[in-house]
């Protein structure tokens, strides 16, 4: 890749946005508010805005290896709460994608050095749901079920933090697990029963 071409292509992008909109940046620069958090994952496949057709001050974006949302990463837990408490969000979207190498290596049985204890949250969705996919015969069909579960318990661990449930709780915030199919492009809505879920353990995570 010839770097430079990035910046001709940065040229391009500011005629095309001020030949539509001349006051674009204009606008850009007073401030964003997104009606959106988008937490996917860091493949070079799976660009959050191009995917949905959405563009700059629309969506505020955090991207991890396998679409996670660990409690102790301080990273997304920072983005959680700037985009739930600051910028007032009125969704959240878990996105995970089909053909995700981070869940697909976790499923391999490898020492990978330094992705160890991240991946090893993806082990623990595979130990949580063990039985269902110890019954799926077909390898690529059982790691795509993994990739849509964990996307559903990523969901859930947001569905545990404070921030997302005090503005559940004050207006109606509401988190969503999709899954992006880098094999034909569709975006699919997950339809998570997360009441049905987290019904047995808000006696644990629920906040007064």
């Given at each position: 890749?010839?770097?430079?071409n ?36 860091s ?43 600051h910028l ?14 981070g ?83 569709k ?22």
């Open positions: 890749m010839d770097l430079k990035v910046f001709d292509n940065n040229v391009n992008w500011i005629k095309e946005k001020l030949g539509t909109d001349a006051g674009f940046f204009d606008n850009l620069g007073k401030g964003q508010n997104p009606e959106l958090l988008y937490i996917g994952c493949d070079s496949r799976v660009t959050a805005e191009d995917l949905m057709g959405l563009g700059p001050g629309e969506v505020f974006v955090h991207r991890n290896i396998a679409n996670m949302v660990i409690s102790i990463d301080l990273n997304v837990m920072s983005v959680v709460n700037y985009a739930v408490e007032k969000v009125n969704h959240v979207v878990v996105c995970g994608h089909y053909a995700c190498g869940v697909k290596a976790a499923m391999q049985s490898a020492d990978l050095g330094i992705l160890n204890p991240w991946l090893r949250n993806i082990r623990d969705v595979y130990r949580l749901h063990r039985d269902e996919l110890n019954g799926i015969a077909d390898e690529e069909k059982k790691y795509d079920r993994l990739v849509e579960l964990n996307v559903q318990e990523q969901c859930v661990n947001l569905i545990k933090t404070a921030a997302v449930q005090k503005a559940y709780r004050d207006r109606g915030l509401t988190v969503h697990g999709w899954v992006f199919d880098v094999h034909t492009g975006l699919i809505d997950l339809k998570i029963d997360f009441e049905g879920i987290l019904r047995h353990i808000m006696e644990i995570y629920h906040l007064d």
